[in-house]
């Protein structure tokens, strides 16, 4: 199910291969990196490459806990996809998380940078 609640939302052109809910960076792929710079989540599965893909750039959206994450922290990207609890000095912090989740569950974000 998508979930996603827009106040500025963003058309980009992929450069990779993404389900709903993925997060994406400035270069039009999926983030696979900690603590990397986050462009928005994909509203959308991108499965063609150089094919247009809706982004939430500001607003809410649902997506995969990496590790446990509290509600009210700020989140940044994980390696294994999706958001992690930011540690003690974070780089790309990008969003509050909204709800509480488990490791692999999903969780509310407000991307508010």
């Not at 063609?48 to 989140?75: M, N």
Request: with cysteine.
């Amino acid at each position: 199910m998508q979930y996603h609640h827009d106040v500025l939302a963003w058309t980009a052109i992929s450069s990779g291969l993404f389900d709903a809910n993925d997060l994406v960076g400035f270069d039009g792929a999926k983030v696979a990196a900690d603590d990397a710079p986050v462009m928005g989540a994909a509203k959308h599965p991108c499965t063609v490459i150089g094919d247009p893909v809706g982004l939430t750039l500001i607003g809410i959206a649902r997506v995969k806990a990496a590790g446990a994450i509290t509600a009210g922290s700020r989140v940044v990207s994980a390696a294994a996809g999706g958001v992690k609890a930011a540690g003690a000095s974070p780089v790309n912090d990008f969003a509050t998380a909204l709800t509480s989740a488990a490791d692999g569950e999903f969780v509310d974000i407000l991307i508010n940078r």
